[in-house]
């Protein structure tokens, strides 16, 4: 893959006299969009058991009492070579029982995302009016389907899954979720219907990013305020932005792909049928991007489901500008500003390397700052460090603040290099990784940060053992 020369540092390493050049360069690298496979089924098949088998951890509450999983749930899986996300539904039933509908919308929903579909069924109590009723919702669906059969726990039970040939979506997969037996057969055979391609067709000098945000706080407008045309609907109605809209503009000979999004809603609000699409497809623009603005409401401030909604972009690994909107409706001194700066860095402590663009939407006004903004953070999020200048930046780190201790065993820091960008990620060979406190590495980040700037982008930093 070629390196894309960008900048030149000049840093004072070791207080050495003279001047180190250091050449850092940007790697492109092909953002890939994971497929999406739902988990759909009437109640009380062991959905959410089977989702916390493949995510390996308790997102989904499991209890023996039908209809307890209300919305979906999202994460993400691997299997072998392939990423995906995973979405767990509600489950499908007839009937008049409480929350019914909102569950038939909820897994409705999913099956529209989904690029495969695992139709989850119960061996121990055979085929059920309630799995031919979904199995219908299936058929219209046109998406791959793998039918697989749950609390089938051990060999002498398999005999049970035949009768689910009936269904009509070929082989059953026994499995077990209790004991994770099968689930192996399972994920291979979902693999298999992943899409070939699942990659943007953009050039790779393009800067893709994305608006995220709850609704109504100007996502919208901020868009066809850099464009420069009514290109999006505007609406003062929450939620008039349906889909993730693709616009590419150019400024200054560089192009980007704009993707604006969504409005994102608090979870019990998710099946309202204007906002039903929003979260997942926030997520898979965010997937998409290599920035990410999470766009705030100067006037109504900062709200939980803000910090919720930033989180997203983080744990993605994404670049990001935190834009407050709206300024020109607030009432402004020569400190306002910075007491709203404080209250962000207080609120998301955890995106304490993204900027922060204070702009109108409305009159445009520093509108045009965000590209150059955007421009330095997509630089930031690509970048690689020369190996031998990482290392004096190391070394001269653990000079100035000498490695932990625990119980007379002193952590040692052998070498240390860049394994991937988007984002920057660094492996530390150490003599034993648990030695390595989160304080420390904390440290080594700041460090590193101080050295080759980074602004915009998170980095991750793992210890390994030196062999």
């Known amino acids: ?64 009492i039908p209809g307890v999983t209300r919305d979906r749930i ?50 121990r109590e055979g085929v059920t009016a309630a799995d031919e009723e979904v199995a219908k919702i299936l058929y219209k669906s046109k998406k791959p389907v793998v039918l697989a059969v749950n609390k089938i726990d051990n060999p002498d039970m398999r005999d049970q899954i035949y009768d689910f040939y009936a269904l009509g979506f070929g082989e059953p997969f026994p499995i077990s979720g209790s004991h994770g037996l099968g689930l192996g057969d399972m994920l291979d055979e979902v693999a298999k219907s992943f899409p070939q391609s699942n990659g943007d067709d953009y050039a790779d000098d393009m800067i893709k990013f994305s608006l995220i945000g709850r609704p109504n706080v100007g996502k919208s407008s901020l868009v066809n305020a850099l464009l420069g045309e009514e290109r999006v609907i ?70 939980e489901q803000d910090k919720k909604i930033a989180g997203y972009a983080h744990e993605a690994g994404r670049a990001v500008i935190i834009v407050v909107n709206k300024w020109d409706a607030i009432e402004k001194d020569e400190k306002t500003m910075n007491i709203f700066e404080q209250k962000i860095r207080d609120n998301f402590q955890y995106l304490d390397y993204a900027p922060i663009v204070f702009l109108s939407a409305k009159t445009k006004k520093r509108v045009l700052n965000l590209l150059p903004k955007i421009n330095t953070v997509s630089e930031n999020h690509a970048l690689r460090v020369q190996t031998t200048v990482l290392n004096d930046v190391i070394m001269d780190a653990v000079a100035m603040n000498p490695t932990p201790t625990d119980n007379g065993r002193r952590l040692k820091i052998f070498y240390t290099t860049q394994v991937a960008v988007k984002p920057p990620t660094f492996v530390v060979f150490v003599n034993e990784p648990e030695l390595m406190h989160f304080s420390y590495e904390r440290f080594l980040e700041n460090r590193i940060r101080d050295a080759f700037g980074f602004e915009g982008t998170p980095i991750k930093i793992f210890a390994r053992e030196r062999k």
């Open 1 to 64: 893959m070629p390196f894309y020369l960008r900048r030149v540092y000049f840093i004072d390493i070791k207080e050495i006299t003279n001047t180190l050049v250091v050449v850092l360069t940007v790697e492109r690298v092909k953002v890939m969009v994971k497929p999406v496979v739902a988990i759909v089924g009437r109640p009380n098949v062991g959905k959410s058991t089977i989702f916390n088998r493949i995510v390996g951890e308790r997102i989904s509450i499991v209890e023996d």
């Open 74 to 123: 999202y994460s993400s899986g691997d299997w072998l070579t392939h990423e995906f996300n995973i979405i767990d539904t509600g489950g499908i039933d007839i009937g008049d029982e409480p929350f019914l509908e909102q569950i038939r919308q909820q897994a409705e929903i999913a099956i529209d995302e989904a690029d495969v579909i695992i139709f989850l069924t119960n061996g």
């Open 234 to 303: 505007v609406s003062d109605i929450a939620g008039t932005t349906r889909d993730a809209i693709d616009s590419i503009y150019t400024y200054h000979g560089q192009q980007y792909v704009i993707i604006d999004t969504a409005g994102m809603r608090k979870k019990g609000k998710v099946y309202e049928s204007t906002e039903k699409y929003s979260v997942l497809r926030a997520l898979r623009a965010i997937e998409r991007s290599d920035v990410v603005l999470v766009v705030l409401n100067a006037e109504e401030g900062i709200i």
